[in-house]
């Protein structure tokens, strides 16, 4: 069982940056798949950015650009930091996870590749 605690939310103006993290607890961090979603009011959950446990990263075209997927091992964190942010990115950011095997991530834009989420934090974000 893994469980993830995000923090780093909070309300910034417009082309601001926060940095957001994911620290797991239990399982074997090594594993973990990792990824980043979020979801606006009165919108569906949408996939942020995801790093495989072999380091590769992967980003949705609103994120490209803007966003940095890293992980640190020794600290079991994963974190994404956020540059340039406008209106459209406020949100509650949510940490997922899957422990895997594999050094691929098959689909890792799908909610269903993860069985392990966070609680959300909330990013606003105003003009």
């Known amino acids: 069982q893994v469980l993830l605690v995000e923090s780093g939310g909070g309300w910034v103006q417009a082309v601001g940056s926060l940095r957001l993290s994911c620290v797991a607890f239990?399982?074997?961090?090594?594993?973990?798949?990792i990824g980043w979603f979020r979801q606006a009011p009165g919108k569906e959950r949408e996939f942020v950015s995801a790093?495989?446990?072999?380091?590769?990263?992967y980003y949705a075209d609103s994120a490209k650009g803007r966003f940095t997927i890293s992980r640190d091992n020794a600290k079991k964190t994963t974190y994404l930091q956020m540059d340039n942010l406008q209106r459209e990115d406020t949100a509650v950011y949510f940490c997922?996870?899957?422990?895997?095997?594999?050094?691929?991530?098959?689909?890792?834009?799908?909610?269903?590749?993860?069985?392990?989420w966070g609680q959300g934090t909330q990013v606003t974000v105003s003009s």
């Open positions: 239990g399982g074997q961090f090594s594993r973990l798949n």
């Open positions: 997922a996870a899957v422990s895997t095997i594999l050094t691929g991530f098959l689909r890792p834009t799908s909610e269903n590749q993860y069985n392990y």
């Open positions: 790093i495989s446990r072999s380091g590769n990263t």
